[in-house]
């Protein structure tokens, strides 16, 4: 309709006789104005449809988003910054801005190098707890969850009746009846104490159960038994490719509950030397409040930014192994 218009207002005028100049300039004129209003048509009806592929710009979405993100990198930011400054510079300067002088790099040699190097022990000391205790409950979580998704067997509701409770149940509320058990066999003080519980992950059992139910067809499996295929390989060839967004998840939760865990080493350990880091950390703090006791506070700080570099690290590498098994060992159609 407002092609048709354009044109008849342009042709319309004082006729000229053909090969005119200004039948020539009436001419060049529409086929101008023509073709910018076919442009602006074009340009309206390219414009996406607001869909949820194409959601209308909130703003006030945008504003709550930005306050969770500043909200949830300021403590990142605060310890960044102050990890760069001495014990004066902590109590002498504004906590969310830069000293005088930078001491980085000496905090971090000072951290590293204090108490005869006691927390690059602690660190040692972690890193075996998630090996083992995460690793392990990793792996103990894909082949219950597997198990449980794919084959049926009695007591099977009971099963998932067992783990459903055992998610809603705290592990604070499990620690003493589990350190007195451990002291009667004389497992306290150990680093056995710590990675034998973190084995048992209900949360992480229920997640790979659900997730092998839902990414692990049945057919596919029937499908390798017919020619010939073992259980294990199977599994290790078909199933767990289509488990490794699942697998990654469970090991991500697991490796941050077992890094991040205080409350268990508390009550098990109390050789220094068996330490996690949050443990040694809390040690470093309390000793300043100690009668002769050394305040540290600028290696406190230091510490606790070296202990969430790995963490982090972690979480970049294995990323991408949340995708990679979405289309591995599918079925080809």
């Not at 971090?108 to 995460?134: C, E, K, P, Q, S």
């Not at 099963?159 to 459903?164: D, I, S």
Request: neutral net charge; hydrophobic residues 50%.
């Amino acid at each position: 309709m407002t092609t048709s218009l354009t044109s008849t207002v342009s042709g319309s005028g004082t006729p000229s006789a053909a090969g005119s100049p200004g039948a020539d300039t009436d001419a060049k004129a529409g086929t101008r104005t023509l073709t910018r209003t076919r442009t602006r048509t074009a340009k309206r009806r390219k414009r996406p449809p607001h869909t949820p592929l194409h959601p209308r710009p909130s703003v006030p979405l945008t504003l709550v988003t930005g306050l969770v993100l500043v909200y949830t990198l300021l403590p990142l930011a605060w310890l960044v910054i102050n990890a760069t400054k001495d014990q004066n510079g902590l109590l002498d300067s504004f906590g969310l801005w830069f000293a005088e002088d930078s001491h980085f790099w000496d905090n971090i040699g000072r951290t590293l190098t204090y108490d005869d190097g006691v927390f690059v022990r602690w660190l040692l000391n972690t890193l075996m707890y998630v090996v083992a205790g995460a690793g392990g409950a990793t792996i103990l979580a894909v082949l219950g969850g597997y198990a449980l998704a794919t084959y049926d067997f009695p007591g099977r509701r009971a099963v998932f009746a067992v783990v459903l409770g055992a998610v809603a149940v705290p592990g604070t509320a499990l620690a003493v009846p589990t350190f007195l058990m451990f002291s009667n066999m004389g497992l306290t003080n150990t680093p056995w104490a710590v990675i034998i519980p973190s084995l048992i992950s209900p949360f992480g059992l229920y997640l790979m159960w659900v997730f092998a139910a839902e990414s692990v067809p049945t057919e596919l499996l029937e499908a390798a038994r017919i020619d010939g295929s073992g259980e294990l390989r199977t599994f290790f060839t078909i199933a767990l490719p289509l488990l490794m967004p699942g697998t990654v998840t469970v090991l991500l939760f697991s490796m941050v509950a077992t890094w991040n865990n205080y409350f268990l080493p508390l009550i098990m350990i109390k050789d220094p030397d068996w330490y996690p880091l949050t443990l040694g950390l809390n040690a470093w703090n309390a000793q300043a409040q100690t009668a002769g006791g050394e305040a540290v506070f600028d290696l406190i700080i230091t510490g606790s930014l070296l202990t969430i570099v790995p963490i982090v690290a972690v979480f970049l590498l294995l990323q991408r192994y949340w995708q990679s098994g979405l289309a591995a060992g599918s079925v080809k159609e």
